[in-house]
């Protein structure tokens, strides 16, 4: 039974930082990556990561600002979210089976993390 599971959303204020973790369990591993849902908003691509941690893929909406990692020997990729904006706040997924921006080339997906930035 595949399954991601994400953690480490919360409250934060503008300016401050999360690391968001996804951990991955009834496979082996592959690349996966993040994406983000704000209300009422269609789910956009945040970041993604090879299986070797080699190529990284950011929108450029958070290029700068967060980072992307992974430890294959926890199967758990991570993402490291600086200079938080207000509308960085969404649930936050992740997803394994691309570095594509496009959702369609992923084939599993977490349940989400709730990620809330105040101004």
């Known amino acids: 039974q595949v399954q991601l599971v994400e953690s480490g959303g919360g409250l934060v204020q503008a300016g401050g930082s999360l690391r968001l ?3 991955a369990s ?3 591993g592959d690349a996966m990556g993040w994406f983000r849902q704000a209300p009422g908003k269609e789910r956009d691509f945040v970041a993604a990561i090879n299986w070797s941690g080699d190529f990284k893929n950011y929108a450029d909406s958070v290029k700068g600002r ?7 020997v926890r199967n758990t990729v991570y993402l490291q979210m600086n200079s938080l904006k207000p509308e ?7 997803a394994s089976g691309s570095t594509s921006s496009s959702s369609r080339y992923y084939n599993y997906w977490g ?5 809330t930035v105040s101004s």
């Not at 960085?88 to 992740?94: E, G, H, L, N, W």
């Open 21 to 23: 973790s996804c951990s």
């Open 26 to 28: 009834g496979f082996g």
């Open 66 to 72: 967060f980072t992307i990692s992974r430890n294959n």
């Open 88 to 94: 960085d706040t969404a649930v936050y997924y992740c």
């Open 111 to 115: 349940q989400g993390t709730q990620v």
